[in-house]
């Protein structure tokens, strides 16, 4: 299996066991007060890594995430993304679906989730626009939830990241 590949592999399960899944594992930071951070190996040869950080006064977040390779017992950073807006508290659920739903289909839609992912009952609709020629390697865009009843953007993100090797 190629390199790549196997970051990719990484990359997905590491979303679906993050800040995503409700049942994920948090620490703190302590050389950054307030960020949290998702950590784990996968196997014997990567380590996942996702720390952010929300300012409780604005709820704007920033965060980033990577992926690192074990290589003559040292860690060797292969992948990265980085993210930053804001979401009110009130859609946090939503997005956390909405990123889900990429994540378990397997499918890249720059770190993020899909296209397009619609809740009727919450009246919501999250849009995740990617930059022409978003691949794995090089991607960068913007996801925004959208009220459908007043066509308001009620948050975003932005995000970019690449492949390091």
């Known amino acids: 299996m190629r390199e790549q590949e196997e970051i990719m592999k990484v990359f997905f399960s590491g979303m679906i066991n993050g800040w995503a899944n409700p049942e994920a594992k948090k620490s703190l930071v302590s050389s950054i007060p307030g960020a949290k ?3 784990f190996k996968y196997g014997r040869s990567f380590k996942f890594v996702d720390v952010y950080i929300t300012n409780p006064e604005s709820r704007v977040s920033t965060g980033f995430t990577f992926i690192y390779r074990f290589s003559a017992k040292k860690l060797v950073p292969v992948w990265t993304m980085s993210y930053w807006g804001t979401y009110p508290k009130e859609i946090a659920q939503f ?9 378990q289909d397997k499918v890249f839609c720059g770190g993020r989730g899909p296209g397009t992912f619609i809740d009727n009952q919450k009246g919501l609709i999250y849009i995740n626009d990617t930059s022409p020629g978003c691949t794995f390697e090089n991607f960068s865009g913007m996801e925004k939830v959208i009220s459908m009843v007043t066509g308001k953007i009620l948050g975003f993100h932005r995000f970019r990241g690449q492949i390091l090797t």
């Open 37 to 39: 951070m998702i950590s």
């Open 95 to 103: 997005v956390k679906k909405a990123l889900m739903s990429a994540y």
